[in-house]
């Protein structure tokens, strides 16, 4: 089973500033496969990013993925406060299981 | 809109059995691959199960030959059977969609929580 990490466990930023998060696995994972979500606190998680890089729909373009192998990154360009929370990437290749990483919670500073 | 609705959450004893619904409110739902997906209080997502299109079901190693997955469509409807359940089961569970072939989970309902303890 892949094993996905997240770095940092928490990020304290002030609006307006760019985020930076890290997802590491265990093995090799297809860029096809791989998917970032945003969840806030009492809702469902949301996508964001699949294919490493694609934006979900209605997604802005302030959210950007990139990466390969083991390691991809999801970048905030300018934080907004509605993106204050929790970032979960995900493997997730053509046949289960699909592991999540243990999330990054981004803060306000 | 179309959405995913959780219901049959609860209260259970350890050792208990419980079942949840999801029902697709849209019109394609058999083109849809489900899984389910748990949250315990505070802590990361854990993809828990998984049925194709085809019923090909899917298990973490942590449910396995304690939960079942199914589908009706013609009900719209993907169920989880949790049997043997243990305090450590105990978390929202989400339901969530995707279409087949490598796509990621991009439907998602809003969970219902399953609470084990005596």
């Known amino acids: 089973e892949i094993v996905l990490t997240q770095s940092p466990g928490t990020l304290s930023l002030s609006p307006g500033e760019r985020a930076t998060l890290s997802c590491r696995a265990s093995?090799?994972?297809?860029?096809?496969?791989l998917a970032w979500y945003q969840q806030k606190p009492g809702q469902a998680p949301r996508l964001l990013i699949y294919?490493?890089?694609s934006r979900a729909t209605g997604i802005p373009d302030r959210f950007s993925g990139s990466g390969s192998g083991t390691d991809f990154t999801l970048t905030i360009s300018r934080l907004e406060p509605e993106d204050f929370a929790a970032y979960f990437c995900?493997?997730?290749?053509?046949?289960?299981?699909?592991?999540f990483g243990q999330g990054t919670k981004v803060e306000i500073k | 809109e179309v959405q995913l609705l959780e219901s049959g959450g609860g209260l259970v004893q350890p050792g208990g059995a419980l079942r949840l619904s999801c029902v697709d409110s849209?019109?394609?739902?058999?083109?849809?691959?489900m899984a389910w997906v748990r949250q315990a209080p505070g802590k990361g997502l854990d993809w828990v199960s998984a049925?194709?299109?085809?019923?090909?079901?899917y298990y973490a190693d942590s449910v396995k030959g304690r939960f079942t997955i199914a589908r009706d469509n013609s009900k719209n409807t993907v169920y989880l059977q949790m049997n043997i359940l243990r305090a450590e089961d105990t978390a929202v569970y989400y339901c969530?969609?995707?279409?087949?072939?490598?796509?990621?989970?991009?439907?998602w309902g809003q969970g219902t929580l399953v609470t084990v303890s005596s």
């Open positions: 294919g490493a890089s």
């Open positions: 049925i194709s299109i085809h019923s090909g079901t």
């Open positions: 849209g019109l394609s739902f058999r083109s849809y691959a």
């Open positions: 093995q090799s994972v297809s860029s096809r496969y």
């Open positions: 995900q493997q997730y290749g053509e046949s289960p299981p699909w592991t």
């Open positions: 969530a969609s995707k279409i087949p072939d490598g796509a990621p989970l991009d439907r």
